[in-house]
């Protein structure tokens, strides 16, 4: 099992940008798949985009392209999610998830299956 934890989230103005970090440890193999999802109040999680340590491989939701980029620092074993021209909405919490082996893992992840998560940070977005 992965553990997991996040930083880095906090109140921002709309069209700021923030970049929430995650740690990962305690995990099997060498490379392993993460993402970050998003929860609005009331609303189901949704994947925001992954990425494979093993060979920088992404995924970005369609909402975020342009303005999200996911990025890994292996040494450290963070992964980051830079976030530009963010939009003045309800609070909403920023999940840090893993999935390992890498095989399959976009799979496990779009589907939440066999996948650990982070605790959340939390990212107000002011108006």
């Known amino acids: 099992q992965v553990h997991l934890v996040e930083s880095g989230g906090g109140s921002v103005q709309a069209g700021g940008s923030l970049r929430p970090s995650c740690a990962a440890s305690?995990?099997?193999?060498?490379?392993?798949?993460m993402g970050w999802f998003l929860q609005a109040p009331g609303k189901d999680r949704e994947a925001v985009a992954f990425?494979?340590?093993?060979?920088?491989?992404?995924y970005y939701a369609d909402s975020v392209k342009g303005r999200v980029t996911i990025s890994t620092d292996n040494a450290k074993n963070m992964a980051y999610l830079q976030m530009n021209s963010l939009k003045p909405e309800a609070p909403a919490t920023y999940y840090c998830?893993?999935?390992?082996?890498?095989?399959?893992?976009?799979?496990?992840?779009?589907?939440?299956?066999?996948?650990?998560w982070g605790q959340g940070t939390q990212v107000p977005v002011s108006s």
């Open positions: 990425i494979s340590t093993a060979g920088d491989f992404t």
């Open positions: 998830a893993a999935a390992q082996p890498t095989i399959m893992c976009f799979v496990k992840l779009h589907l939440r299956k066999s996948i650990d």
């Open positions: 305690e995990y099997t193999y060498s490379s392993i798949c």
